[in-house]
């Protein structure tokens, strides 16, 4: 094992408190608007969002902002509420372990403003290569954005490893590269046996890779 590869929210960090933040103010925005209750405007949000699931568009928050005309921009909203950013108590002691021994990447689906979060939270560090889907057009589980960050890193899908809180985009999409494919549950959510390792916190990597030298 050479490489280990983390995906970014739900798995080096949270979001939800800068989520939490802003979506009441778009609801009360829209509600104005349209003249509907506050209810009525978040259906709508949330619906349009849901309709989009896993598609190239649903991974930006920018998008989201001009379909309903909306004068936000999360890169501002990032560089103005940065301690709405959470990382995880498990992240920094893990990538500080890791980095001594192995070469770390970064594969999201979100656009550019990912690097912004890793830089915010002193993250950006740690990694050797960052890869969004802006580097190459695709989203995850497409092969061809592991590939890439694979071949930035300079080694073969067999020596790397892939952490993600997603089945479906991050430990199907690694494994079907040839990765190994290690899925963070940190919600604790019924297994389904997919994953190559199943893990609840970062800690428990140390013993992972460990096991594959």
Do not use: C
């Amino acid at each position: 094992m050479k490489a280990v590869l983390f995906d970014i929210d739900g798995t080096l960090l949270t979001e939800m408190p800068l989520i939490q933040l802003f979506l009441p103010w778009v609801y009360d925005e829209l509600a104005k608007r349209f003249g509907i209750t506050k209810e009525e405007a978040r259906e709508m949000f949330l619906n349009e969002i849901m309709a989009r699931k896993d598609t190239y568009d649903w991974h930006d928050w920018n998008f989201f902002f001009r379909l309903f005309n909306l004068n936000l921009r999360y890169e501002e909203l990032l560089k103005r509420y940065p301690h709405k950013l959470h990382v995880y108590p498990d992240v920094v002691p893990t990538l500080e372990w890791l980095r001594k021994n192995y070469r770390l990447g970064v594969v999201t689906s979100g656009p550019a403003y990912q690097r912004l979060k890793l830089k915010l939270t002193g993250l950006d560090k740690y990694f050797d290569v960052v890869v969004t889907r802006e580097d190459v057009k695709a989203i995850k589980p497409e092969p061809k954005i592991f590939l890439y960050a694979l071949e930035r890193l300079g080694v073969e899908p067999r020596e790397a490893l892939f952490v993600g809180d997603s089945l479906a985009q991050d430990v199907y999409g690694a494994k079907h590269v040839g990765m190994v494919g290690v899925w963070i549950n940190r919600s604790d959510e019924a297994g389904h046996h997919f994953a190559d390792y199943e893990i609840r916190t970062l800690y428990e990597l140390r013993k992972i890779v460990e096991g594959l030298k």
